[in-house]
């Protein structure tokens, strides 16, 4: 029976189209055919970043995977192998991934994993290929364990959430504009995801969508891409290095050190791993809400636009 449940790996099998890709989208930027900017550099740690990810996914992959082929037996239904299940099943765990990503950007202990993919400062199909070493450690395989209990097999899972994967690669760009009114309306696009992977305040905690951008437009949490607020691209606070290894592991450090620093409560000490990124003891750090009510107050005109509050917000004391 476990072998009709052995499913192609859709990612690997696009990888020849991963790399053709960055090398005509590298070529197009180079002779000024298209938008876009690389750094050798940057580049070569996104590819580093993307290895290590494979790598971790041989190694550690399968404790998740695992962990949800026992839950298999648990299931309330076997919806079985027809086409209608692998659509739903992509379409569910295209919502899962919408609420993984919105729990990455507001937890500190899931966005410790997912930061590194926003660290490059350049916004290019290499970028894309930045991804976690740590996804494990985070539990959020967890968000799955519903889709299995329903009697969707963990395989079909992984099998239709590669799909999801090679879409949202080729939306990592600046060569492909704004795309037909009713494909951007529909799908997560390069105009769409580059509001994701943008610093400008109105774009932070924006699009979190993997192939539907119908889920930000349902939860509130759409942004579209204007001409005159072009993205700028990587972390509030840029880390500044090329280093594998500290884009891998710079802010579970950072989280680690600031929940174990001395003179805290036990619950400043929680809520430095489970409080948006930028909150703090103290108040004195920044998070997404304090630098959008700051641009508001610099820019009262921009007030209750899109990705901004209604009004300007005086910081909490």
């Known amino acids: 029976m476990m072998d009709d449940y052995n499913f192609p790996q859709v990612t690997q ?3 020849p189209f991963f790399v053709g890709a960055i090398l005509i989208e590298l070529w197009l930027v180079r002779t000024g055919r298209a938008k876009g900017s690389f750094e050798t550099r940057d580049t070569l740690t996104s590819l580093m970043m993307g290895t290590g990810n494979v790598v971790a996914g041989l190694l550690l992959g399968v404790v998740s995977y695992w962990a949800l082929l026992w839950l298999w037996q648990f299931r309330f239904f076997n919806l079985g192998l027809s086409a209608w299940v692998f659509l739903a099943a992509f379409l569910l765990d295209d919502l899962r991934y919408y609420v993984y990503h919105r729990i990455a950007h507001r937890v500190r202990w899931v966005w410790a994993e997912h930061v590194n993919h926003h660290s490059s400062q350049h916004y290019n199909l290499s970028t894309a290929l930045r991804q976690s070493w740590t996804g494990l450690f985070t539990f959020m395989f967890v968000l799955q364990a519903p889709l299995v209990l329903l009697g969707f097999h963990p395989a079909v ?15 990592h760009t600046e060569a492909i504009g704004k795309m037909w009114g009713w494909f951007e309306f529909i799908f997560n696009t390069p105009s769409h995801h580059r509001v994701h992977h943008a610093t400008n305040p109105r774009y932070l905690d924006a699009n979190f969508a993997g192939t539907l951008i119908i889920w930000d437009r349902m939860f509130g949490t759409f942004v579209e891409e204007l001409e005159e607020d072009r993205p700028r691209y990587g972390i509030v606070k840029n880390i500044g290095t090329f280093n594998p290894l500290k884009v891998a592991f710079h802010e579970w450090i950072g989280m680690f050190k600031d929940a174990l620093a001395p003179g805290l409560s036990l619950s ?9 990124p930028g909150w703090s003891h103290d108040g004195s ?11 508001v107050r610099r820019n009262p005109g921009e007030a209750g636009k899109p990705g901004l509050p209604a009004a300007s917000v005086e910081p909490a004391e």
């Open 13 to 15: 099998l696009a990888i």
């Open 268 to 276: 400043d000490r929680i809520n430095y791993l489970i409080k948006p």
């Open 157 to 171: 899972i992984a099998f239709t959430f590669g799909f999801n994967l090679v879409w949202q690669f080729w939306i």
């Open 285 to 295: 750090r920044e998070t997404s809400e304090s630098l959008k009510a700051a641009y």
